[in-house]
């Protein structure tokens, strides 16, 4: 027993990546594209130690379509709330099989901590955060658990707190990649286009960025894209992206 707590006490806890190997990335790969950087990166250093992170929303078969032009074995990690929409649901799946996806990994809440924490399902109503942090950020933080890095699809268009988005940040010791940091709005329709890539079926109906239904509305002519999540409260991530997330949930 004591050599078994001798071994568990010398784990090895040091982060795979610091702020500044973000930054080392961030300098390496200024001014090159975005399709060529994830060509580099995902054939080299970091094959078979990360995953991408995908809402499947209204923006996502673009960077989806980027990966899976280099690799459709790449692990794809989607979250789902149980409260998505249903044209959510469709479109992930119809999206995966039009690109390939071999590895689309699905995770939920803890069915334990739902029955103790959100029992009735309406936490998002008096608790956003909370409920984020239930819904979302623990199931990813497990989702991630094998992985060193992770792609995601933050673009700094969609918001005024995303302005200053980097390509590469530390993130609980892991590498975070944005690769669309800063794509805006015309060169992902045009990418679209290109490719021929379908759209998420409510954006047509003024949803441009789509999470949960509970806190996704109809985006106004004019507002930003991510006007539409959260409306009604002084909320504008879902604690996936913020350092170190919400606090613990109560």
């Not at 784990?11 to 060529?36: E, K």
């Not at 249903?86 to 803890?110: C, H, I, K, M």
């Not at 199931?139 to 658990?145: E, F, G, M, S």
Request: aromatic letters at 8%; glycine letters at 8%.
């Amino acid at each position: 027993m004591g050599e078994a707590l001798r071994r568990i006490d010398t784990i090895d806890v040091t982060p795979a990546f610091t702020r500044a190997d973000a930054q080392a990335m961030q300098d390496r790969f200024a001014g090159v594209p975005a399709a060529q950087m994830l060509r580099e990166l995902l054939t080299g250093e970091l094959a078979g130690r990360i995953a991408s992170v995908s809402s499947f929303g209204a923006e996502s078969a673009v960077l989806l379509h980027m990966v899976a032009q280099v690799d459709v074995d790449v692990p794809v990690i989607f979250t789902n709330t149980q409260k998505m929409f249903g044209e959510t649901l469709a479109y992930r799946d119809a999206l995966a099989e039009r690109l390939g996806l071999t590895d689309l990994r699905v995770f939920r809440p803890d069915p334990r901590l739902l029955a103790i924490k959100d029992r009735a399902g309406e936490r998002w109503s008096y608790d956003p955060d909370g409920c984020c942090d239930l819904r979302k950020v623990e199931p990813l933080r497990r989702a991630l658990a094998p992985f060193d890095a992770w792609i995601s699809g933050r673009k700094g268009f969609q918001s005024g707190t995303r302005t200053a988005l980097p390509r590469f940040e530390e993130d609980e010791g892991r590498l975070k990649i944005n690769p669309l940091a800063d794509w805006d709005k015309a060169r992902l329709d045009a990418y679209f286009a290109e490719h021929d890539l379908p759209r998420h079926p409510l954006e047509a109906q003024g949803y441009l960025s789509i999470g949960c239904a509970p806190c996704t509305t109809k985006v106004a002519p004019g507002e930003d894209p991510r006007a539409g999540r959260w409306r009604s409260f002084d909320k504008v991530e879902c604690g996936i992206h913020a350092p170190g997330g919400y606090d613990p949930i109560i």
